[in-house]
């Protein structure tokens, strides 16, 4: 639902309008309320709620054409009436009033919306022009078509009438309720045109997520595939794009990871199963995407827009980070400003890149325009002289007489292009009936024009900022409004935000940026906690990359994701937010323990001076290094381990590291195997594993370290006893002590992991004077085969990892 759900009004939200216009339309009447820096309430919409006894029926004006009137012009107005009350209305027929007076200033303009029932304000009933409805039924509804001539409705000077239709019975003696518009007579155009720049955003909550394939070209990921629906061309983003493309002088705010999504999508990529968020992307988990068609045409049809008709493209920050969310709850944490400005810098180049033409940075975009202090410095921050704001937050003086340029001076050497917030709250919600946009087109007009005629000498320069996710049906109503205010003769002039933002500001005008924040948007942004877990992304990312071989493959796509994980766009997504958060949490999880010392189950060390033998795994799809393994004894007195062995794996390989080791007293000793970063800022990398050996004495004087596989061990050293005999009464000398020990083939897989990660009864135990003689330091096995533990493990691990 985006900032419709929000949208706010000049001392107000939307949902505050709703209310206000649901208790109108229970008295019987549908109107349109709004006034200029006093209230702003967003467009009527369709809707019959309960009548009141007095008035029974509802009215709604569904369109007005010309919306525009001329001299000797015909107007026609459509409609439809319905009978809400108990009981039936008798020969039931719509009637039109006769404007009483030109509504020459925005307040009067605002006083006809306010009314809130039938009114002789209204004007007389214009004689011979009705609609007869026949009876009405309780909750019956008809159309209705009424046409009048400018002259019968008594239009003789150029400006803004009310255009009134009342519903009545065979009595005639009241009306039973009523709906109000706006007719603009443009007789004789005269003064100078008013500039109106228009914002036409284009963003979409983030799809892309860190995961890419394992492939060599990093196939990339999306959390669905719902852009495949709204790239279409009846699809939300499709209709914007063939809509604006009939703009001329168009501001298009553009967030550009929208553009890199569907750039990525112009290829093959997979989508994530539900419930994988966090899980590296493979095959058995992810999907075929569709919409490489409908984003190659999307893309397409955009970039010749933009190219077209004197368009503006303004690239917001990468991903459309939200500047008020970090204000309040993530400004000063270690990083954040850093990642501020590339995304700033990244948001131009992408959109540059993608669409080859050039591209205004530097603007910030608050959520719904709402700038306070603190987040006006965050924008500053990100690089933005130019901020974007809603006017119902910074309203103007009550005294001025006139309307300002939008453009004026808020400190620190910024400039906030404020948008007028009567025209903007009018299309700051979903107008999704013929009715809600023709009442919204036709207040736009009547705003319009008695704005050029306040001075007419003077060329106001306007901003009109629509939400954020614009809607097809407010877009086209929008675009309609446009189109009637600027054609010939018209008193609008469709202009650049470039244009707009460097006219001559009002010395008059409201440059005070407010201290406090609106309450009724606290509850939506992103959390402390939330924005301190993004940001704790980046130590553990540090910690990844260190180690690897290859880190452009995770480095780009997790910062990106970073960034993703505080879009604005999330502000109506709560779930949906977190769900992403947690998946690029669990995934850089994910990769970071796929580096790891096994947990050991069992171990053997036979002999006073013998080998201890340690696995690392690598589950990663890539090589790893700027790694040491270091085994560390509790009581080093008792047994002591060999210097740390310095760790390279090739991607989905297991190693195993040889640690001379001497015991020196009997009994269990607590040891720990760690994996280390190299460097001059080392630091433990992934969890300690820990394990316990006994160290016990035997008759010839070598000593056995037991660490779980007593059973094992003691069937080894009755075979070395019995061997040993054997050869002595032959007087036989063994030369391959190594050989003796060597036990029978391992029964089960862990048995064999049992002995790889052990020492003697693998094979190595017992080294002659020449192998203790490099006792100071570890080594890796010469070869050393995967254990059939560790072949399993990797076969059915959550990792293959595609980096």
Do not use: C
């Given at each position: 639902?985006?900032?419709?759900r929000?949208g706010?009004?000049?001392?107000g939200?939307?949902g505050?309008a709703?209310?206000?216009?649901?208790?109108?339309?229970?008295?019987g009447?549908?109107?349109?309320?709004?006034?200029p820096?006093?209230t702003?309430?967003?467009?009527a919409?369709t809707?019959f709620?309960?009548a009141s006894?007095?008035?029974?029926?509802?009215?709604?004006?569904?369109?007005?054409?010309?919306?525009?009137?001329?001299?000797?012009?015909?107007?026609?107005?459509?409609?439809?009436?319905?009978n809400?009350?108990?009981s039936?209305v008798k020969a039931?027929?719509?009637?039109?009033?006769?404007?009483?007076?030109?509504?020459?200033t925005r307040?009067?303009?605002?006083?006809?919306?306010?009314r809130?029932?039938?009114?002789s304000?209204?004007?007389?009933?214009?004689?011979?022009?009705?609609?007869?409805?026949?009876?009405l039924?309780?909750?019956?509804?008809?159309p209705?078509?009424l046409?009048?001539?400018?002259?019968?409705?008594?239009?003789?000077?150029?400006?803004?009438?009310?255009?009134a239709v009342?519903?009545r019975?065979?009595?005639?003696?009241?009306?039973l309720?009523?709906?109000?518009?706006?007719?603009?007579?443009?007789?004789?155009?005269?003064?100078?045109?008013?500039r109106?720049a228009?914002?036409?955003?284009?963003?979409?909550?983030?799809?892309?997520?860190?995961?890419?394939?394992?492939?060599?070209?990093?196939?990339?990921v999306?959390?669905?595939?719902?852009?495949?629906?709204?790239?279409?061309?009846n699809?939300?983003?499709?209709?914007?794009?063939?809509?604006?493309?009939?703009?001329?002088?168009?501001?298009?705010?553009?967030?550009?990871?929208l553009?890199?999504?569907?750039?990525?999508?112009?290829?093959?990529?997979?989508?994530?199963?539900?419930?994988?968020?966090?899980?590296?992307?493979?095959d058995?988990?992810?999907?075929?995407?569709?919409?490489?068609?409908?984003?190659?045409?999307?893309l397409?049809?955009?970039r010749?827009?933009?190219?077209?008709?004197?368009?503006q493209v303004?690239?917001?920050p990468?991903?459309?980070?939200?500047?008020?969310?970090i204000?309040?709850?993530?400004?000063?944490?270690?990083?954040m400003?850093t990642?501020l400005?590339k995304?700033a810098t990244?948001?131009?180049?992408?959109a540059?890149?993608?669409?080859?033409?050039?591209?205004?940075?530097?603007?910030?975009?608050?959520?719904?325009g709402?700038?306070?202090?603190p987040?006006a410095?965050?924008?500053?921050t990100?690089?933005?002289?130019?901020v974007?704001v809603n006017?119902?937050?910074?309203?103007e003086?009550?005294?001025?007489?006139?309307?300002?340029n939008?453009?004026?001076?808020?400190?620190?050497?910024?400039?906030?292009?404020?948008?007028?917030?009567?025209l903007?709250?009018?299309?700051s919600?979903?107008?999704?009936?013929?009715?809600a946009?023709?009442?919204?087109e036709?207040?736009?007009?009547?705003?319009t024009?008695t704005?050029?005629q306040?001075?007419?000498?003077?060329q106001?320069?306007?901003?009109?900022?629509?939400s954020?996710?614009?809607?097809?049906?407010t877009?086209?109503a929008l675009?309609?409004?446009l189109?009637?205010?600027?054609?010939?003769?018209?008193?609008?002039?469709?202009?650049?935000?470039?244009?707009?933002?460097?006219?001559?500001?009002?010395?008059?005008?409201?440059?005070?940026?407010?201290?406090?924040y609106?309450?009724?948007?606290?509850g939506?942004?992103?959390?402390?906690?939330?924005?301190?877990?993004?940001?704790?992304?980046?130590t553990?990312?540090?910690?990844l990359?260190?180690?690897?071989?290859?880190?452009?493959?995770?480095r780009?796509?997790?910062?990106a994701?970073?960034?993703r994980?505080?879009?604005?766009q999330?502000?109506?997504?709560?779930?949906?937010s977190?769900a992403y958060?947690?998946?690029?949490q669990?995934?850089l999880?994910n990769?970071?323990?796929?580096?790891?010392?096994p947990a050991k189950?069992?171990?053997?060390?036979?002999?006073?001076?013998?080998?201890?033998l340690?696995?690392v795994?690598?589950?990663l799809?890539?090589?790893v290094?700027?790694?040491?393994?270091r085994?560390?004894s509790?009581?080093v007195?008792r047994?002591?381990?060999g210097?740390?062995?310095t760790?390279?794996?090739?991607?989905?390989t297991?190693?195993?590291?040889r640690?001379?080791a001497?015991a020196?007293?009997?009994g269990?000793?607590?040891?720990?195997?760690?994996?280390?970063?190299?460097?001059?800022n080392?630091?433990p990398?992934g969890?300690?594993v820990?394990?316990?050996?006994e160290v016990?004495?035997v008759?010839?004087?070598?000593?056995?370290?037991?660490?779980?596989?007593?059973?094992l061990?003691?069937?080894?050293?009755?075979?070395?006893?019995?061997?040993r005999?054997?050869r002595?009464?032959a007087g036989?000398?063994?030369?391959?002590?190594?050989?003796?020990?060597e036990?029978e083939?391992?029964?089960t897989?862990?048995d064999?992991?049992?002995?790889e990660d052990?020492a003697?009864?693998?094979?190595?135990?017992?080294?002659?004077?020449?192998?203790?003689?490099?006792?100071?330091?570890?080594e890796?096995?010469?070869?050393t085969?995967?254990?059939?533990?560790d072949?399993?493990d990797?076969?059915?691990g959550?990792e293959?990892?595609?980096h």
């Amino acid at each position: 639902m985006g900032e419709a759900r929000h949208g706010l009004t000049a001392y107000g939200r939307v949902g505050r309008a709703a209310r206000r216009l649901a208790a109108v339309l229970a008295g019987g009447t549908v109107l349109l309320s709004a006034a200029p820096y006093a209230t702003a309430a967003a467009p009527a919409r369709t809707g019959f709620p309960a009548a009141s006894p007095d008035y029974p029926a509802t009215v709604q004006i569904d369109s007005v054409s010309a919306p525009v009137a001329g001299e000797n012009a015909t107007v026609t107005v459509t409609g439809r009436v319905t009978n809400a009350g108990s009981s039936t209305v008798k020969a039931a027929h719509v009637v039109l009033r006769s404007p009483k007076e030109e509504l020459d200033t925005r307040s009067a303009i605002n006083l006809v919306a306010g009314r809130t029932g039938p009114s002789s304000k209204d004007g007389a009933v214009l004689p011979g022009h009705k609609a007869d409805l026949g009876d009405l039924a309780p909750g019956q509804s008809r159309p209705y078509t009424l046409q009048v001539s400018t002259a019968d409705l008594g239009l003789k000077t150029a400006g803004v009438y009310e255009l009134a239709v009342d519903v009545r019975d065979a009595d005639e003696d009241r009306p039973l309720g009523v709906a109000r518009s706006f007719l603009p007579y443009n007789a004789s155009p005269n003064g100078k045109q008013t500039r109106i720049a228009t914002l036409w955003p284009l963003t979409h909550a983030p799809e892309l997520v860190a995961q890419t394939m394992p492939d060599n070209d990093q196939m990339p990921v999306l959390r669905d595939d719902s852009l495949t629906t709204e790239l279409a061309p009846n699809g939300r983003l499709g209709k914007l794009v063939t809509i604006g493309q009939t703009l001329p002088n168009l501001t298009w705010v553009i967030d550009p990871d929208l553009l890199d999504t569907v750039y990525a999508m112009t290829k093959p990529y997979r989508v994530q199963k539900p419930g994988t968020g966090g899980e590296s992307a493979k095959d058995d988990n992810t999907v075929a995407g569709a919409g490489q068609n409908v984003a190659t045409a999307w893309l397409a049809q955009l970039r010749t827009a933009v190219a077209a008709n004197g368009s503006q493209v303004v690239a917001l920050p990468y991903a459309d980070p939200d500047l008020a969310s970090i204000a309040h709850n993530g400004n000063g944490l270690p990083g954040m400003d850093t990642a501020l400005r590339k995304a700033a810098t990244a948001g131009k180049v992408t959109a540059e890149g993608r669409l080859s033409v050039d591209v205004t940075g530097g603007v910030a975009w608050p959520y719904q325009g709402r700038l306070d202090q603190p987040t006006a410095a965050v924008a500053r921050t990100t690089g933005a002289d130019l901020v974007l704001v809603n006017g119902a937050g910074m309203p103007e003086s009550r005294s001025l007489s006139y309307t300002p340029n939008a453009a004026r001076p808020i400190g620190n050497g910024q400039t906030g292009v404020v948008a007028d917030p009567v025209l903007s709250s009018l299309f700051s919600g979903d107008l999704d009936s013929d009715q809600a946009q023709s009442l919204a087109e036709q207040r736009f007009l009547a705003e319009t024009m008695t704005i050029t005629q306040q001075r007419p000498d003077d060329q106001r320069n306007l901003l009109v900022m629509p939400s954020r996710t614009l809607t097809v049906g407010t877009a086209q109503a929008l675009a309609d409004a446009l189109h009637a205010a600027a054609q010939p003769n018209g008193w609008v002039a469709p202009a650049r935000l470039d244009a707009v933002s460097t006219a001559p500001a009002d010395p008059d005008a409201n440059g005070s940026v407010p201290g406090d924040y609106p309450g009724e948007l606290r509850g939506s942004e992103l959390s402390s906690a939330a924005l301190n877990s993004v940001m704790g992304v980046q130590t553990g990312l540090d910690l990844l990359l260190q180690i690897l071989t290859q880190p452009q493959r995770v480095r780009g796509p997790f910062n990106a994701a970073m960034v993703r994980s505080m879009s604005t766009q999330w502000r109506d997504h709560a779930e949906t937010s977190a769900a992403y958060r947690d998946g690029v949490q669990s995934y850089l999880a994910n990769l970071t323990t796929a580096v790891k010392v096994p947990a050991k189950s069992a171990i053997t060390l036979p002999g006073d001076n013998a080998i201890l033998l340690i696995s690392v795994k690598n589950d990663l799809n890539q090589a790893v290094g700027n790694l040491e393994l270091r085994v560390t004894s509790s009581q080093v007195n008792r047994l002591n381990v060999g210097q740390p062995a310095t760790v390279v794996l090739d991607g989905t390989t297991s190693r195993t590291f040889r640690f001379p080791a001497e015991a020196q007293v009997n009994g269990p000793v607590q040891m720990t195997a760690q994996l280390w970063t190299t460097g001059p800022n080392a630091q433990p990398y992934g969890k300690a594993v820990s394990f316990t050996v006994e160290v016990t004495s035997v008759a010839s004087g070598v000593m056995y370290v037991i660490g779980g596989g007593v059973v094992l061990m003691a069937l080894a050293g009755v075979r070395f006893y019995l061997q040993r005999k054997k050869r002595s009464a032959a007087g036989e000398v063994d030369l391959d002590p190594e050989r003796l020990l060597e036990p029978e083939e391992p029964a089960t897989a862990e048995d064999a992991e049992d002995a790889e990660d052990g020492a003697a009864a693998g094979g190595t135990a017992g080294e002659g004077p020449a192998e203790a003689g490099r006792k100071g330091s570890a080594e890796p096995s010469d070869s050393t085969p995967e254990s059939a533990s560790d072949a399993r493990d990797r076969a059915t691990g959550d990792e293959k990892v595609g980096h």
